[in-house]
C-alpha cells in the first residue's frame, strides 16, 4: 500500500533489499520528503543488484514499538541500511498497541509517513476509494528484485490474491518461494521431559497432551496465549482449511476446487477449527 503524497506503504517487514527495492520506485529527488518521479537509472532494471542511492535520500517511516525489545536510535540495521543504500529513515515511534489506530489516523488526516510496514491484506481496503494511497503495483516497475522472484517462483496467480476490483494492489506482499510459518507454539520440554510426555505433532495429540499435563497439574493453565488468541488461531487456520487471527484480512481464500474466492468464516472447516478450540476450553486446557 503507497500513500499518496510519496508512493510508499510496505506490506512486508523491511528488510535492506526489500527497502532499497522500494525506494528505486519511490525516487524522492533530495533529502526531503518533496515527491519526485525521477529515479536511479543506473539500476533501474537490474535485478542482483543491491539499490544505492547517487545522492542522500531521507524517507519518513512509521515504526511498531514492540515492548519486547523496544526501539534504540543506535541500532545496527538502520545504520547499515545508510550503509548500504545510502538512503536514511526518519521513524515514526508508535507503540504496537497503537499502531493500528494511529496509521488509521494519520492516513485520514495525510500526516501519515511515506513508509508504513506491517500491513496486512485487507487493512488498506479502507483508504483505496478516497485516494489517500496509491497501488504499490503501477511501480513494481521499478522494483526488479522483486519482478525477478516473482518470475523466477511462478507467483504471478498468488498477486492477485492481494488484487482489488479494479486490478491492481496496495500493499507489498513478503515473497517466500516455499510455503513458510512464520510463527509456531512454544512448549515447556522440561515439563514433557518430566512425565515421558512426546512432544506433539499434530492438533490431536496436542489436545492429548494439554488434557495429561491438566490431570498433572490440575492448578496449571496448561495454554497460555498474550497474544487474544489471534497469533494461535493464525497458525491454527490453515491446517484445518481456513483462515483467522492476524492473516484474516477481510476473510476472503480462494477455494482451488471451485475457482473463486469463499468467505472463510462460513465454510465447515472454518466451524472445525472453533469446535476444537472450544473443545479445549470445556477441557479446561
Known amino acids: 500500500m503507497m500513500r499518496k503524497r510519496l508512493k510508499g506503504l510496505v506490506a512486508a517487514a523491511l528488510t535492506t533489499a526489500m527497502c532499497a527495492s522500494l525506494l528505486v520506485g519511490c525516487g524522492s529527488s533530495s533529502s526531503s520528503t518533496k515527491t519526485d518521479t525521477s ?3 543506473a539500476t533501474v532494471g537490474k535485478a542482483n543488484v543491491t539499490f544505492k542511492s547517487s545522492k542522500p535520500l531521507t524517507f519518513s517511516m512509521l515504526f511498531n514499538d514492540s515492548p519486547t525489545y523496544p526501539y534504540k536510535q543506535d541500532w545496527l540495521l538502520f ?3 545508510k550503509k548500504i543504500t545510502n538512503v536514511s529513515l526518519k521513524l515514526t515511534v508508535v507503540p504496537m498497541s497503537d499502531y493500528i489506530q494511529k496509521r488509521s489516523l494519520l492516513i485520514s488526516t495525510g500526516d501519515a509517513p511515506e513508509i ?10 479502507s483508504f483505496i476509494s478516497s485516494g489517500a494511497i496509491l497501488p504499490i503495483s503501477d511501480y513494481v516497475k521499478y522494483m526488479p528484485n522483486f519482478q525477478k522472484k516473482v518470475k523466477d517462483w511462478n507467483m504471478q496467480d498468488d498477486l492477485k490474491s492481494i488484487m482489488q ?4 494492489y496496495y500493499v507489498l506482499p513478503g515473497l517466500h518461494q516455499t510455503p513458510v510459518q512464520d510463527y509456531s507454539f512454544a512448549m515447556r520440554t522440561d515439563l ?4 515421558n510426555l512426546k512432544v506433539p505433532t499434530t492438533y490431536e495429540e ?5 488434557k495429561k499435563i491438566k490431570e498433572l497439574y490440575p492448578n496449571m493453565s496448561p495454554w497460555s496465549d498474550r497474544f487474544l ?4 488461531l493464525n497458525i491454527a487456520a490453515p491446517t ?9 484480512g477481510n476473510g476472503e481464500m480462494f477455494d482451488k476446487s471451485s475457482d473463486k474466492f469463499i468467505f472463510s468464516p462460513t465454510t465447515k472447516e472454518y466451524k472445525n477449527m472453533l469446535q476444537y478450540f472450544s473443545g479445549l476450553v470445556k477441557e479446561n486446557c
Open 229 to 232: 488468541f489471534a497469533s494461535a
Open 116 to 125: 508504513m510496514p506491517k500491513t496486512y491484506p485487507g487493512q488498506e481496503t
Open 165 to 168: 476490483d479494479n486490478g491492481k
Open 79 to 81: 545504520q547499515q541500511i
Open 192 to 195: 514433557l521431559e518430566k512425565n
Open 39 to 41: 529515479t536511479d537509472t
Open 206 to 210: 496436542l489436545e492429548e497432551t494439554l
Open 240 to 248: 484445518f482449511g481456513a483462515t483467522y487471527g492476524w492473516n484474516m
